[in-house]
């Protein structure tokens, strides 16, 4: 007889299995990030390829190498495509045109710090795309903060592959040619210089807020229309709820509704806020991220209004002009608390857990 | 399912369970057959919830189709009768329909073939009967409730006219996958259905009776109306097609709005679930005089050549069931009930019991074998669960043996649906932690009873010991002190005695 079957425990039920899975879900995620990214490429050309692809590729080596020094197969582990992932989020976080070792610090840090540390896949406390990129925003300022002007990959003046691949290796030859400011960064430098926004939005110079994603900022997120399409694609394919994402985005335009409207001078209105920097990209697919965020309805709510809130008090009051990546990390510190105290009903229980009264239910009909 | 179709059932859906591929068909629409009786009937004495029933027929002996053959012992139990004419053969153990193997006792009994019945009384008319009686005729047939509780229905009748019910809920929900049998008995034996209902409303006092039917039914749901259109006070309700709709406290709170409280019986709120295949029992029961000796089967499954449904006595191999049905292939598995809550067989001897809805024979494709992963808190479980439980955080703390916080968190309350394992992308096989830790639980607090028990008797010893001693002192004092009291007394009779005398002598002296 053999002993496999001596020992193993019969098996139990269910005896049937949806046919989901953690790769399955995690390369929905990444199907729905595709149009974004790839508009983002169209938009930024050759040099954000490169950028992409060298952080994509560390983020893998970082996740492998780990699960070498636990002596862990690391195939199986990279074929979930959690580190893939991972990788992808933080590049599209990224100003396209940055140097190719902020990409691999990137991604190194995002799988080997900021996820296999903590023990890996479901157990990182904090998101690690948002992890590395707060990382290197705080290593590196210069380079986190050098935005081009879209030029769009067919343009003449847009740099080939090989230029490309140089710009990437050995960073941006002539800066002031290419370079240009984010929405939220021009309005901050114009106030702090005391040009209120009636006028500095108002000058030649400023830059377009454009729903079509014509404009300066990270790789992957200025086309907030194809960030939100992804987004309701997940949410149509049950792969998120809208819980995160509303309360997310409810968070940062009820306040800047209300600031606007008493002094637009001071404030950006709704929709720059909506539409600039990675509210969109941070609302569907980076606050969603399953292992960091709340598990029930209601605290799902709470967080995302909470990552909302936060994203645009460091926006209009804290010393950067963008506040996505700080706003989720601090959420998700609060995420165990929340789980803690916000716990679903259960079925003939009251909210505190003690069970219903049979005389109120009765009397129901 | 066209996409329209598929979104409008979305929006109809409730927002607990899962709904998973039903392969009800074709199993459910190939015409029920009847088993030809086979050479052996293994009828357990164990069938129902409480206590097994005591044989009353001895080896060797003749019984006749229906004959009683274990009584019912204790408050809760059921009496179990003969499946078909024949001889009493042995009386011993053979493999219990568990997972585990172990054997547990039935009677074999060999059919003769003539399917010689008893002579029963039958009422002319069961609703000028008290319900009481009604209940005891219930009880004699040895119904249980066939939707796999096993509960004995006339117990549960009697609860229901102890607790003034309101609502009969009539269960034709069938939401476990494969299984069909509930759904035949519907479409072919409606009628029976509706009057086994009735029956049990008047028993039970019952002003209306809500039949709840999955919308993935409609023969079913067709049938059934044309049954009950007669009669205002039985309502046809179909029910959105989700798993486990066909859970009493689901269907409940589906049907009225009325939720169990978690402490409760469904009759403290009004209210009385029973199976469809139970109402046809009763109905055969009381207007023909026939106990529960047979059931329908579903036998379904990819190693299975013709899935369908049949008819067949209690006590019946599944071997004698597949090899009727024939098989494709060898089954990779074998399940007695649904593949969401069914157990796995030890092999194919093993008889059906009152509460078997099917016998599934899967191949290899049919079973999951994913390696469990690490949970990535999805979430797909809390949304899936119909109770409301959080099986993510519940089965960490089980992991990490903290099986008190899981108690905390409703572990009790759960009723180990599957729905969590079902949709978990991680292949967690949750429901396992979870009975896991209820044993572990149940097996502890029934541990702190015992140690309870004997710190109380042995406190109750010291103290009796104590008291004893004590007594013992005390009467050893008092027999002192009367021993003392004795002496001092005859000292002072005797000293009475002497003065007396002395006295006595003197007045003799002085009278001399």
Known sequence: MNTTQLFAPPPTAPHTQSGNSVSRLMLTVVAALLPATLYGFWLYGWPSIFLWLITILFALLGEALCLKLINRQAIPTLLDGSALLTGWLLAISLPPWSPWWVGAVGGLFATMLAKQVFGGLGYNLFNPAMVARVFLLISFPVQMTIWIAPLPITAAAAPGFHEGLLIALNGIPKLDAVSSATLLGFAKTEYSRGIDLMHSLAAASAPANSLLGARAGSLGETAAWLIGAGGLMLLFMRVITWHIPVAMLAGLALPAAIAHSINPAHYLDVSSHLLSGGAMLGAFFIATDYVTSPNTKIGQLIFGAGCGFITYVIRTWGGYPEGVAFAVLLMNAMTPVIDRYIRPRILGRNWRGAPLDPATQKALS | MGLIEKFLHTLAAPAWGVHPNDHKRPAADAPLRILPLPKRLYIPLQQHVGQPGRPIVMVGKKVLQGQLIAEPQGKISAPIHASTSGTIVAIGEITAPHPSGLPFTAISLEPDGEERAVALHIPDDPFSLDPEELTRLVAAAGVVGLGGATFPSAVKLALGKRSAITTLIVNGGECEPYLSCDDRVMRDFAAAVIDGVRIMMHSMGAREALVGIEDNKPEAIAAMRRAAAPFAEIKLRPVPARYPMGSDRQLIQTLTGKEVPSDCRAADVGVIVNNVSTANAVHRAIRLGEPLIKRIVTINGGAVWQPGNILAPIGTLATDLLAFAGLKSEPARLLMGGPMMGAVLPHANVPIVKGTAGILAFNEDEIVTHPEGACIRCGNCTRACPIGLLPLEMAANIRAGNLGDAE?????????????????????????????????????????????????????????????????????????????AQKAAEAAAAATETAAEKTASSTTEASA
Do not use: W
């Open chain 2, 408 to 484: 905390g968190m409703g572990l009790s309350d759960c009723i180990t649906c599957g729905c969590c394992a079902y949709i978990c992308p991680s292949h967690i096989p949750l429901v396992q932690y979870f009975t896991h830790a209820k044993g572990e639980l149940s097996a502890q607090s029934r541990t702190r009873l015992r140690n309870e028990a004997t710190k109380r008797l042995a406190a109750e010893r010291s103290e009796r010991l104590e008291r004893e001693t004590k007594e013992k002192a005390i009467a050893a004092a008092k027999r002192k002190a009367e021993r003392a």
